[in-house]
């Protein structure tokens, strides 16, 4: 056992962020070392290395706390016989961390001071004494959560965004009488830049936060007038786009949705929905593209007739080729070998092929029947697109998960688009209905048209599906013209 008056050089000493329990102050870091340099000045100790994490809390196992692990090891190490901590609880908030330090300190026989006592580490009654305040720790902690979560529980039922989510009003809101009430202004914009995103082929926030003017949040004390709010950043409206609570949704503990709340959101459910989906099918980084090879539907193998698939080939060039294993005689087999063309060349010819036609008789007799409905049948395709390959990106998604939660937010998420896929086929053969002829985009401008508007004229144009021949490679392959069957209607 050593003596109260011994002192040490060179402590290692450990600060985590941490808030009162009265009033919620946070207790800096700053104030913790500050704390500690005064304790080892009074006992006439010394300060070493010094580790910080700005962490709320340890309770939870699953979060990582660099400066923690680099503490413990250099306590490892065997250099020092002693360690410093701005409280005991810094370092018992969850069972595992306690074992680790109490077995380095045994091992190395480590003094542990701290404002409210001293622990020799390498005493066995001592460590069972830190082992019962560590339980303590533990149990206070989790009946702080246990009487959080149950808090927000009843919240929920409640329909009380501002209890279930924490924090000060997000985007598109103000701080009402006893919850979050859509603030008017707020909610326009937010509308706007949905409007925007969705509007987008690539469906591009950053884009969308460059058209829109310059905004802040609402005053952090509604009742100073001098206060200022925060300026909404493209990452606030990010996240503003996929919250919940921006079409007053009320969601459950696992995140899933179980309710609306009385005050609403400034989204409607059906703009929310679709920026989930856009969101969820979005590869992280890099823009959605809804249609990279949009003349697969068109084109057949010329073996055996199969659809051919958009792929990445050599040198990330793209290539139509086919892909799909096929019966031959009743027996399964691979893809055909031979039935690849580039999709840049197969691109060219159309457009080419287009082109010409425009100035045909049969081209001057379509747009003379062209229907009033043309220009929103060319939307509604767009949209058919779009969530076509937002399905896809999705149904992919799922089968890679092995999570059952997360395999059940997929299937939520398959359904709104399978939905939204629903309603626009709903309003195409309300338009087919109407209509006796496929519209015609107003010019046939090649480089303005969308990919709908091509295959629809494509379809006026000529005989489909377009058959892709068999081709050689090697120094004079086959000129992609006499591969391709590409003939004009009639």
Known sequence: MRTAVETYELIPAYARLSRKSRGGRIESIPHQFATLDRLAGYRGDTIGLRFADKHLSAWDQSVTRPDWEAFLAELDTGRHRAAMSYHADRLSRNGMDTERLL??????????ITPEGVYDLGNGDQRAMFRHL????????????????????????????????????????????????????QADWLREAARLVLADPDHRVGTAYRQLPAIVTNPADPRDPDSVGRP???????????????????????????????AGGPLDLVTYNRLQLVFASRKPG???????????PVTRCGKCGNQLTGTPGFQKRGYYSCRNPHLINGVKVGPCRGVSIPAADLHELIRLFIETWADSDAARAAFAENPQTGERRAELDADLDDLGAQLAALSGRRLRERGQVARLTYDGLIGEAEAAIAVVEAELAELDRLDAAPGLPASLDWATMTDAERLRVLAQAARLPIVILPGKSGPKPMPVIDRVILEPQG
């Open 103 to 112: 077995q380095i300190g045994e091992r190395w026989n480590i003094v542990l």
């Open 134 to 185: 560590a339980a303590m720790t533990i149990n206070q902690s989790d009946a702080t959560h246990r009487r959080v979560s149950d808090h927000k529980d009843e919240a929920r039922l409640a329909g009380l965004m501002r209890d279930v989510y924490g924090g000060s009003p997000p985007v598109g809101f103000r701080q009402g009488k006893d919850d979050w009430e859509v603030d008017p202004e």
């Open 232 to 262: 909404v950043s493209l990452k606030m409206l990010r996240a503003a786009l996929q919250r919940p609570a921006s079409a007053g949704l009320i969601t459950s503990r696992d995140g899933e949705v179980m309710g609306e709340s009385d």
């Open 286 to 296: 890099r823009p959605v593209t809804a249609r990279v090879y949009p003349f697969g």
